[in-house]
């Protein structure tokens, strides 16, 4: 009987990075645990439970992967007292982070994550099909529509730029897009949005990071949107410059409410005006290229066939593709959103997620230690309508105060997510950063069920 060895940590309930998957008879020897730790392997319901390396006999199949060729086999582990049904010898079923991914069809999304240290790949896995109906498979160069996991881009940008002299974070929006001199405060109401006079608070520049600008947010940013938003050929500059006419939801550095769109357009209009550059040349340049992020990119047409991972939602219980015509809601192909419509590879953004955890310590490519921990540190006062004692925001990032049922990371943890279900957070306090892939229109992103699960089950690990 072919033996392998199979080198890698169970965490929670994925396999971390494998080097070979099994084909059913095979003979396989679990080892190089980090810890102990129960799981179930994705897209089969199999429990794993293991104290030490042990060999045991491949009796089922169920998942994709690649064998030491690079080939693709299908094949799952089996062992230790478990069955191919995912029931337990006990009788009880498995609670696990794939079970809140399973649509009542039975069928699993598919999803690509890892959790990296400045040095070492901790855990990895892809799973699923980038094209379930050509059963492409979803691979290292996989890309996904990232959405608002586009706002840290831009928040770097914008900190490259005050590094750099040429901005500074309470300068005024006004300074660089005059038509913010004036800008109208509105209530939205049944006759549409009334103006209800000029704003008495000056918008600077971190307002537009830490949601607090007023702009594009609450009702009346969400009425505003749906008249006015990136369409057709519009540009960064005419797009921003139309902001300005819009109503805001309240003062100025008054609230923090989410700004979708606007505030983080504005805020890479802006860098492009002190910059003297293109907005997606200044992060292909200064971010994409330094850090080896080749597939991050604006424009779904710079990927190959099947490269681009489809987008799915649930519709009465079964997987449905949506076609991808748009790297985010209904922007021009190549829009370059400064609050969404970026596209890259679980790798690249790995790449991104891994420059914020080592500039936190001096360590960083193109990103020094004062700027990445004022980008993580708690932007908005306390007692602001809108942050309480576990959130609060940094510059285009959540940043977490404290723990609570609802929010198990490490205080001092900071990232965000996207609305297609994408999900990342630097936990400078136990040195790792962790990075979820996922497209749906049906989880949705921050707060998600599936979100809160892999922190949990990441933090379950990690804390140990």
Excluded at 75 to 83: L, N
Excluded at 422 to 439: C, I, K, S
Aim: negative net charge; glycine residues 12%.
């Amino acid at each position: 009987m072919k033996k392998v060895t199979i080198a890698g940590t169970i965490l929670a309930d994925i396999i971390k990075r494998i080097d070979f998957y099994p084909e059913k008879g095979m003979l396989c020897t679990i080892g190089g645990m980090k810890t102990s730790v129960g799981g179930c392997v994705p897209n089969t319901g199999i429990t794993l439970r293991t104290l030490a390396p042990k060999e045991v006999e491949v009796t089922a199949v169920g998942r994709i992967g690649k064998d030491a060729n690079g080939e693709y086999v299908r094949g799952v582990m089996e062992g230790y007292g478990v069955r191919t049904d995912g029931i337990r010898e006990d009788g009880s079923l498995p609670t696990s982070f794939t079970d809140v991914m399973t649509v009542p069809s039975g069928e699993r999304t598919f999803f690509s994550a890892a959790v990296v240290t400045e040095k070492e790949v901790l855990f990895r896995e892809d799973v699923g099909f980038a094209d379930r109906g050509k059963a492409i498979p979803i691979t290292k160069n996989s890309v996904y529509r990232l959405a608002s996991m586009t706002k840290p881009v831009t928040a770097v940008s914008v900190l490259l730029c005050v590094r750099d002299g040429f901005l500074d974070m309470r300068s005024p929006v006004r300074e660089f897009i005059p038509g913010f001199a004036d800008i109208q405060l509105g209530k939205k109401t049944e006759r549409g949005i009334e103006s209800v006079g000029s704003a008495k608070n000056t918008m600077l520049v971190k307002h537009l990071l830490t949601h607090t600008s007023g702009l594009g947010c609450g009702a009346t940013g969400d009425a505003e949107f749906a008249l006015f938003c990136p369409r057709s050929k519009m540009t960064l500059k005419e797009a921003a410059e139309g902001y300005a006419h819009t109503h805001l939801e309240f003062e100025p550095g008054t609230a923090q409410f989410y700004s979708p769109v606007f505030a983080f357009d504005v805020a890479a209009r802006i860098v492009e005006i002190v910059s003297g550059m293109p907005y997606e040349r200044f992060v292909k340049e200064r971010i994409f290229q330094p850090l080896g992020m080749a597939t991050a990119s604006y424009r779904l047409s710079d990927y190959g066939a099947g490269q681009c991972v489809l987008t799915y939602r649930s519709e009465d219980g079964v997987l449905q593709a949506v076609g991808l015509k748009h790297n985010f809601a209904e922007f021009p192909e190549g829009y370059t959103g400064g609050g969404a419509g970026l596209i890259a590879s679980t790798e690249d953004y790995c790449r991104f997620a891994r420059e914020l955890l080592a500039a936190y310590y001096g360590r960083g490519k193109i990103l020094d230690e004062n700027s990445v921990r004022e980008m993580a540190l708690p932007q908005v006062p306390p007692g602001t309508a809108g942050v309480d004692e576990y959130f609060n925001w940094g510059y285009g990032v959540r940043c977490v105060s404290a723990k609570s049922a609802a929010q198990p990371l490490s205080p001092g943890s900071f990232g965000w997510s996207g609305a297609y279900g994408t999900h990342f957070w630097v936990d400078p306090a136990l040195g790792y950063t962790a990075v979820y892939m996922h497209n749906s229109d049906t989880f949705g992103g921050s707060g998600a069920p599936h979100t809160v699960e892999f922190e949990r089950e990441v933090m379950d690990v990690m804390s140990r």
